[in-house]
């Protein structure tokens, strides 16, 4: 109740004020916001991680919501340095990326680029009925691709200590 308190303390105080409410609030928050965010990460900054990614799609801008999409997940395979697992798994509208994919060449080369850097796709069963759809309509899917369920799958991965993400 404390910290809710002086959070709304801070927001009444002003500008200079808050940040000094604020960084009592959360110790540690001054520092970080002062540390020059050019200065490269300490080697073994991040331990292993096992991340599994959510894409049910980015209706209306399905493309550019995948390139930005399929990016977040490239730079999170280069912050940590290689130090993680990605499973991403497609449903509902996610599994139009893979439609998409079979003639559009840059879909096509970042889903190979992160393939080649150990990410798994997998695609949800269900989707694929419910869209008349088959693992070879869609690119580079193959039948040990695709899962039962795909929420189902995240909730599979998470009780194996997956982290889960859905930018």
């Not at 809710?4 to 009592?24: D, F």
């Not at 020059?36 to 990614?53: E, I, M």
């Not at 798994?89 to 080369?109: C, E, H, I, P, Y």
């Amino acid at each position: 109740m404390m910290l809710i308190y002086r959070q709304a303390a801070a927001i009444k105080l002003g500008t200079v004020s808050a940040a000094i409410a604020m960084a009592m609030a959360w110790p540690g928050m001054a520092q970080a916001q002062s540390a020059n965010t050019t200065a490269a990460v300490p080697k073994n900054y991040y331990t292993f991680q096992h991340v599994v990614y959510q894409n049910d799609g980015g209706f209306p801008e399905n493309r550019a919501y995948f390139l930005r999409f399929l990016h977040h997940i490239g730079a999170h395979i280069a912050a940590t340095d290689g130090q993680v697992e990605i499973r991403v798994v497609n449903f509902a509208s996610g599994v139009t990326l893979f439609q998409m994919a079979k003639t559009d060449t840059d879909l096509r080369n970042e889903i190979d680029t992160l393939r080649a850097k150990g990410v798994r796709f997998l695609i949800c069963r269900n989707t694929l009925n419910g869209m008349g759809l088959h693992a070879e309509d869609l690119y580079g899917v193959r039948p040990d691709d695709v899962v039962p369920s795909g929420v189902a799958e995240i909730a599979r991965l998470q009780g194996l200590g997956f982290v889960y993400i859905h930018p």
